[in-house]
T-cell receptor, first 113, second 114 residues
Framework: SQQGEEDPQALSIQEGENATMNCSYK?????LQWYRQNSGRGLVHLIL?????REKHSGRLRVTLDTSKKSSSLLITASRAADTASYFC?????????????FGPGTSLSVIP | DGGITQSPKYLFRKEGQNVTLSCEQN?????MYWYRQDPGQGLRLIYY???????QKGDIAEGYSVSREKKESFPLTVTSAQKNPTAFYLC?????????????FGDGTRLSIL
């Protein structure tokens, strides 16, 4: 089963609106990362938030982490058509035989001009 | 510009054929990774390498093989033993291997069966 899982699976908004995506995970983590993937391309790293951090900002992106609820959210403010992409959260798994990052199935975001 | 180059962009495999996907990075990163992406699923780790001449199996290594003879290169061979190879394959690298390291990705190779 997935360590991290995004919600919703798909999201469609008008340009200028805010987009919020959530990620829930099952076991304790050291870090949580968010990535973006444009159609047919590789993933691009957006933000890494550590377990002792509650909020991080990068431009129009705001990430929060609530370790008590085992969840994170990614907020994109004032969305643009160019934000249309899939967004993935990636968590680590502390109790495995090797350090690895586990990617969720992603949220597909469509921003309509 | 530093980055990761994957080639070819599209690849077709015949029955019983082995095919090799290329991944080259000029970021001077020690760690490299291969992932498989199927529609509606997250990325699944095939193999990873922490350093030259060393690599470990990921979650779905069966039917795949890799080598790491040079720091810059981490080719993936999809063997005939992989019965369902149709997928999007992504190569990534990070400065060192670890869960707190951002990964840099190539633009993928889409493999299909003829």
């Amino acid at each position: 089963s997935q360590q991290g899982e995004e919600d919703p699976q798909a999201l469609s908004i008008q340009e200028g609106e805010n987009a919020t995506m959530n990620c829930s995970y099952k076991t304790s983590i050291n870090n949580l990362q968010w990535y973006r993937q444009n159609s047919g391309r590789g993933l691009v790293h957006l933000i890494l938030i550590r377990s002792n951090e509650r909020e991080k900002h990068s431009g129009r992106l705001r990430v929060t982490l609530d370790t008590s609820k085992k969840s994170s959210s990614l907020l994109i403010t004032a969305s643009r058509a160019a934000d249309t992409a899939s967004y993935f959260c990636a968590t680590d798994a502390l109790r495995t035989s090797y350090d690895k990052v586990i990617f969720g199935p992603g949220t597909s975001l469509s921003v309509i001009p | 510009d530093g980055g990761i180059t994957q080639s070819p962009k599209y690849l077709f495999r015949k029955e019983g054929q082995n095919v090799t996907l290329s991944c080259e990075q000029n970021l001077n990163h020690d760690a490299m990774y291969w992932y498989r992406q199927d529609p509606g699923q997250g990325l699944r780790l095939i193999y990873y390498s922490q350093i030259v001449n060393d690599f470990q199996k990921g979650d779905i290594a069966e039917g795949y093989s890799v080598s790491r003879e040079k720091k810059e290169s981490f080719p993936l061979t999809v063997t005939s033993a992989q019965k369902n190879p149709t997928a999007f394959y992504l190569c990534a690298s990070s400065i060192v291997q670890g869960v707190n390291q951002p990964q840099h990705f190539g633009d993928g190779t889409r493999l299909s069966i003829l």
